[in-house]
């Protein structure tokens, strides 16, 4: 075989492997609350710096918040769908998170909310062991509709 041709199929075998690695660690998985590990639960305290929607879990869009913490770390915190989170904090709002560390490949870190706390408001996201409480609210509402 000529060395071209090699080559082309080496390149061929190695583009999904380069896709993967630069995919958001959410979208590697059919179940992305199997992310969240109880052992990695932690607290931390920043201001928020950038929100935004990502697309993210079966192309359902999640607000991710950008925090800046007191030693000056960039973190993002993947929160919940717009629908269930109505009213996520602005840009400039002290801000305090429980959730679990996700491993990503490079900075910034990420953090999957379980719970935010911010102006005197507490939202709970997740249960304790990160399942999801909007797909809980969901499934209640396909049961009493169905009667």
Aim: net charge positive.
């Amino acid at each position: 075989m000529k060395p071209f041709a090699v080559l082309f199929l080496i390149s061929l075998l190695l583009v999904p492997v380069a896709a993967q690695e630069n995919q958001h660690p959410c979208r590697r998985s059919k179940n992305p609350w199997r992310h969240y590990r109880v052992n990695t639960v932690t607290r931390i305290t920043g201001v928020v710096n950038a929100v935004y929607q990502r697309e993210c879990y079966f192309h359902q869009a999640m607000v991710v918040l950008e925090i800046i913490t007191a030693e000056k770390k960039v973190v993002l915190v993947e929160t919940a769908p717009p629908g269930f989170l109505e009213n996520p904090p602005a840009r400039g709002d002290s801000l305090t998170v429980t959730g679990a560390w996700l491993q990503t490949p490079e900075p910034p870190a990420l953090i999957m909310a379980r719970r935010l706390t911010w102006n005197k408001r507490t939202v709970e996201l997740r249960d304790p062991y990160g399942f999801p409480l909007w797909r809980q609210q969901r499934r209640r509402q396909n049961r009493h509709g169905r009667g």
